[in-house]
């Protein structure tokens, strides 16, 4: 429970130290949400709600967070537009049935969490057959050497967030999910935007 008790703390800053430098990639990624009236969409990690401005109104959404701090936050940051539901829950366990989304948002959290594959697992698990989940994360290519980031990682991987995840190694925790896009965004490419979509059913 460490990470949990961390952004309890970083809660009341949060927005500050990454609201800015993220809003672009985030609107960037939420463009790809094509979303019908009452489709049914999770936010996996929805931290202090940075996400919500850049959803489409038409769609019902169950955001998720460990960290109730954080859910308080996002929950400032509701209008009455939109139909937005906030639980505190674990993106490794999702207490949700099989097949039950039309997307799934995955937004710098595969790169937070101990298990990265065991949250891809779930959002496969939970997306129904061609749905789509949309992924923003900072990962390290294959192979990539990166000592920095490496070394960086043995000191905030319990406090913040990881910086030694690679996505190819998560895919084979998810067969079912099919690449359809992947681009870098910012920091040289060490920030992507990855759209995934269900091919089949479990």
């Known amino acids: 429970m460490a990470l949990q008790h961390s952004y ?3 809660a009341p800053i949060y927005d500050a130290v990454v609201s800015a430098a993220t809003a672009p990639m985030r609107r ?8 019908n009236d009452n489709d049914h969409v999770l936010i996996a990690g929805v931290g202090t709600g940075l996400d919500i401005p850049y959803l489409p109104d038409n769609a019902h959404y169950f955001a998720m967070d460990l960290t109730s701090a954080m859910l308080n936050r996002a929950r400032q940051r509701l209008t009455p537009s ?11 366990q ?6 039950t989304f039309d997307g799934v948002i995955l937004h710098l959290i595969l790169a937070v969490v101990a298990q990265p594959h065991k949250v891809l697992s ?8 061609g749905g789509r989940i949309l992924i923003l994360d900072k990962f390290l290519k294959p192979g990539q050497r990166a000592p920095m980031r490496r070394l960086l990682n043995v000191f905030i991987r319990h406090v ?5 995840v690679v996505f190819e190694e998560l895919l084979p925790s998810a067969p079912e999910l099919q690449v ?10 060490w920030f992507r935007r990855i759209q995934l979509q269900k091919t089949s059913g479990r």
Do not use: C, F, W
């Open 28 to 35: 960037d990624s939420l463009r790809a949400l094509q979303t």
């Open 160 to 164: 913040a967030t990881r910086t030694d």
């Open 180 to 189: 359809l896009h992947d681009e870098p965004s910012i920091a040289g490419g």
């Open 94 to 99: 999702m207490p949700y049935a099989d097949n």
């Open 82 to 92: 939109q139909r937005i539901y906030l639980h505190r829950a674990n993106v490794m």
């Open 8 to 10: 309890t703390v970083l």
């Open 122 to 129: 779930e959002a496969a698990r939970v997306v129904k057959p």
